[in-house]
């Protein structure tokens, strides 16, 4: 049996995708979602995702990382499938859309590859040590690192994400370094259990925590830049609550093809 899959990237946080609607097959096992997303022996993804229908949104987001497993919310992700769903004609210039942490409004520009796409709010933010703590949809660590370029994330963030604090839950871990008038973040990514080239609702975290660093309030814009490259985060603060939360950056078709089960 063929199901027909699309490739899509967001700042080089790749993604396979599948119209669930018109897939014959339903349900992927997790052991087959790992194999797809592997680099050598599958496609080759960070995350799987299926859209499929719901009776009050646009759409419904179901995302799996790349060890197979449920995630949760994926903002990357969340801008592919906006995309997707333009161009398989379900939805135009906005949606209001249904994933994991609620639904999510989009609006998607002009040119059409830079999609904006509205986070949850939040209020909490917790610290470990210099480390700032939150839930941005998925639950990230956020530190600052200076030569951040220079840094060795994948054996820094690994040893964080699987300390006696996070082992069993897991956590993705962010370091961020200040450059001025952008901030630039790598990522450790949960489920991936490597460094990924961009990470939204981490992007979303280290924007967020630095801003609170800072005892910054009102209407903030940040520009980020990440190894797979730019994306920007915006918010109002008031003190209390972040609200408004939007990730912005582009979102890409980049191949289709057929996966023969
Ligand atoms: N790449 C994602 C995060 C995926 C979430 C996953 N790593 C988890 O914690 O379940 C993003 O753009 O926000």
Not at 69 to 93: E, Q, T, Y
Not at 106 to 113: F, M, P, Y
Not at 175 to 186: A, M, S, T, Y
Not at 245 to 256: D, K, N, Q, S, T
Request: with cysteine.
């Amino acid at each position: 049996m063929d199901v027909h899959f699309y490739k899509y990237q967001g700042a080089g946080n790749d993604f396979i995708l599948i119209d669930h609607r018109i897939s014959p097959i339903k349900d992927i096992d997790y052991e087959s979602i790992k194999q797809l997303c592997d680099r050598r022996f599958g496609i080759g993804a960070d995350g799987l995702m299926f859209l499929t229908a719901h009776p009050e949104y646009d759409f419904e987001m179901l995302y799996f990382n790349a060890d197979g497993r449920p995630g949760s919310m994926c903002g990357n992700g969340g801008r592919c499938i906006v995309a997707f769903a333009k161009h398989l004609g379900i939805i135009d210039k906005e949606t209001d859309f249904l994933a994991v942490d609620g639904p999510h409004y989009a609006r998607i520009s002009e040119k059409g590859n830079w999609i904006e796409l509205q986070m949850i709010d939040l209020d909490t933010i917790n610290r470990d040590g210099k480390a700032y703590v939150l839930n941005t949809g998925s639950p990230h660590y956020v530190i600052q690192q200076q030569d951040l370029i220079n840094f060795d994330v994948y054996h820094n963030g690994k040893t964080i994400r699987n300390n006696d604090t996070y082992k069993e839950n897991g956590i993705n871990v962010n370091f961020v370094e200040d450059q001025g008038d952008h901030l630039f973040v790598r990522t450790f990514e949960r489920g991936v259990e490597d460094e990924t080239y961009a990470c939204g609702t981490g992007v979303t975290a280290a924007a967020i925590s630095i801003a609170k660093h800072k005892n910054q309030t009102g209407h903030i814009q940040t520009p980020v830049k990440v190894l797979g490259g730019d994306l920007k985060i915006t918010f109002d603060y008031d003190g209390k609550q972040f609200t408004n939360v939007f990730l912005c950056g582009p979102a890409e078709r980049v191949f289709e093809g057929e996966i023969t089960f």
